[in-house]
């Protein structure tokens, strides 16, 4: 038997890494059976290998780990997306995501969304795996009363600033000529994958929102709103990015109240690691704790009137944050091809 092989995905592998993956996966998975999410995801360049990872033994594949690029710098932050062991080899899987860093010359390696059981894992690494905290801000019932969250006594709309307002970024030409704010967290998300990730997404539209004072570009936030004809009964805002400084989080408190309340949604959210409970606290969201018994529901199409939890990991936690829309994930429920 020869030596196990960790390395980089070579170009024309693609149906041989699908193969493997969909016979050694518990489902089809719409991001390795639908093009439109494998091309976007994994293979947007033509003629290019395709982003995975791989461990093989005499040839054959043993685990296969996909990545996305928040950048296209030389030293990358990545997010891992899909990555499947075959069965009784999930030690070597564990190997192919420890060597990634190096594989790919990358500064961060994180994932959004892993089962919670295997945090343990990424522990035994020395990464961070934990719970991603939620935050909302609820807006006003309507005449039915509360259609999707439910409340708890410590859910009233918390005071905020009227600081800074929101500027509509309108393409991916207006955002090139704006440029990136300043901001210490990572990953570092430039502007080519700004441009692919919120206005050439295959399916569901964002909202872009320029934050500036003075003529400086402070931050980007990054919104969806999903409407009453998508969740049959009452609109939602989610705050699915941020790029900036904490410090002009507290400062769009009220934007981003009159952004609620302007699409007349029962409440805004938004799913963040990094970002300190009492920044968010400042720019008026509540953070929803497990054991409160308030309910803010993440499916919305169509609602299911329950919490859902969500756990990621990172190798590099100084000055991580991560946000829904991070990685594969605020994608829609679509079937495979």
Sequence with gaps: MSDLVLRLARPGEDARIADFINQNFDMRLPLINRADFYQFYYAHTPGAAPQFALAEQDGEILCAAGYILANQSETPDIWVSVWVAAKGHNGVGLELMDALSGLLNARVVACNNIRANTCVLYHFLGWQAERLPHYYRLGAPGAKGWQLAVPGSNSAPLPVQDDLPLIRVPDAAALAELGLPHSSHTPHKDLWYLQRRYFAYPHQGYDVWAVQEAGALLAYAITRTITAAETGCVPVVRLVDFIGDDAVLP????????????????YLDCYNAGIPAAVWAAAGLTERCEDDGVIIPNYLTPPLRQNTEYYYFTNQPDGFVLFKADGDQDRPNLPCD
């Design 251 to 266: 400062r769009i408190g009220g934007a981003l109240d009159k952004l609620l309340h302007d699409a007349g949604a029962e």
